[in-house]
C-alpha cells in the first residue's frame, strides 16, 4: 500500500515529543496536533525514500508501532542502537511506574545494554513520555517509518 | 497503393507501432508483478525447528494477511512474524496469549520458570523445542511483529500447499535431513 510503500501523513496526538513536535503552549497549556511526513523503512519497498540506501540512526524521530498495543503507533527519537549502553539517570514518574507494572512491561532498572535487533526510544519531553525508560528496548522491526517532517500547520515547516 | 515514401529511421514500423506498445505491456507486467509478488501472503521457511508440521528445507506457508498484528491469533496458532532480534521473519506456533502465564521450559543450565505474558505481546514456541530458538531465548514477541496466521503448508512448490484442517501436518524425517 502506499502508505508502507512510499510515503505517508499521519497526525501526532501527545506530548510526549514537546517542543520539537506537537509543542505545548506553556501559557494556555494547550498543544497542537501537528501533521507529520513519514517515510516508511521497509528495505523492499519498491518507492520509498529510505529503500536500501538508509540506515536508522541515533536521534532520528521515527514512527513504530506500540509493543503494548500493536494496532496503535507512537512517535518517539532514537536514543540507542543494537549494543549501545544506555545510561539512565532521573526517576521515572509514578504515573508511568504505574502504567508500565498495569502492562505486564517494566521493571527496567540501572545501566541496559541494547540488545541485537532491537532499539531504544525516548520522548523529547521526558516528564510526560511514556518511552523505553519505562518498558525497556524495542524491537527494530516494530519501527516502520522515519519522520521528514511536519507538514500541517504551515508555520510548523 | 500509397506513394512511397523515402526511408526515414524514425518512422520504421517498428518503432512507430511496435515499440511504444511493447513497452507498455513490458512495464505494466513489471509492475504487475512487482505488485503481486509484495502482496502474496506465501512465506519460505528453512530449519527444523518447526518439525514435523514444516520440513527442514524447502517449506512454504500460506497466510492469512488479514490476522496481521495478532488479530484473531489463538493459542495452537502458527504464526509468521517478523523477528524480534534481528532482520528477516519466523513462523512459530502461538503458545500463550497477553496475560497467561506460561512455563518457561528448563533448558541446559537454566532452571523451568513461570513468566506472565505482557499485553500487546503473546509467547511462541517451535514445536520442534530442543531445536528451536523462540520465546524461551527472546522474551514475548510483539503482536505488531506478527505478519499472519498460517493457512495452509507445504513443500517446495505453491501447488504442494495442503490447508491445516483435518491433516496430521506430518513430513517425513530421514536421518541427516538436520543439517
Known amino acids: ?157 | 497503393m500509397p506513394p512511397r515514401l523515402p526511408h526515414l529511421p524514425k518512422a520504421s514500423p517498428f518503432r512507430q507501432f511496435l515499440l511504444p506498445r511493447s513497452l507498455k505491456i513490458y512495464t505494466s507486467s513489471a509492475l504487475l508483478a512487482l505488485a503481486v509478488y509484495h502482496t502474496t501472503p506465501i512465506y519460505p521457511t528453512t530449519g527444523p525447528s518447526m518439525l514435523p508440521f514444516l520440513p527442514v528445507h524447502n517449506g512454504i506457508v500460506l497466510y492469512n494477511p488479514l490476522t496481521k498484528r495478532g488479530r484473531n491469533v489463538r493459542v495452537g496458532d502458527v504464526v509468521v512474524a517478523k523477528s524480534p532480534y534481528q532482520g528477516g521473519g519466523i513462523v512459530k506456533r502461538v503458545v500463550g496469549l497477553p496475560g497467561d502465564v506460561v512455563c518457561v521450559d528448563g533448558d541446559a543450565g537454566r532452571e523451568r520458570r513461570y513468566a506472565k505474558v505482557p499485553a500487546g505481546h503473546v509467547w511462541v514456541a517451535g514445536d520442534n523445542v530442543p531445536w528451536s530458538v523462540d520465546s524461551r531465548h527472546y522474551g514475548p514477541l510483539a503482536m505488531g511483529l506478527i505478519i499472519g496466521k498460517v493457512v495452509a503448508v507445504g513443500e517446495d512448490y505453491w501447488w504442494n500447499l495442503r490447508g491445516l484442517e483435518g491433516s496430521d501436518g506430518m513430513v517425513r524425517v530421514e536421518e541427516g535431513d538436520v543439517d
Open chain 1, 1 to 157: 500500500t502506499i502508505s508502507t510503500h512510499i510515503l505517508t501523513i499521519d497526525r501526532l496526538t501527545g506530548p510526549s515529543m514537546s517542543p520539537a513536535l506537537n509543542p505545548t503552549n506553556r501559557l494556555t497549556h494547550t498543544s497542537s496536533s501537528d501533521y507529520l511526513l513519514i517515510s516508511p523503512l521497509r528495505f523492499h519497498a519498491p518507492f520509498s525514500f529510505s529503500r536500501c540506501i538508509y540506515t536508522l540512526a541515533r536521534g532520528d524521530v521515527v514512527s513504530f508501532r506500540k509493543p503494548q498495543n500493536p494496532e496503535e503507533r507512537g512517535v518517539k527519537r532514537v536514543i540507542g542502537l543494537p549494543g549501545d549502553r544506555i545510561i539512565r539517570r532521573g526517576e521515572r514518574s509514578e504515573f508511568n511506574k504505574r502504567h508500565a507494572r498495569n502492562l505486564g512491561l517494566g521493571k527496567v532498572d540501572g545501566d541496559v545494554v541494547v540488545p541485537a535487533g532491537r532499539v531504544w526510544l525516548e520522548g523529547d519531553n521526558w516528564r510526560e513520555s511514556f518511552d523505553s525508560n519505562d518498558v525497556g528496548s524495542v524491537p527494530i522491526q516494530l519501527v516502520e517509518g522515519r519522520v521528514l517532517g511536519v507538514v500541517w500547520p504551515p508555520g510548523r515547516w
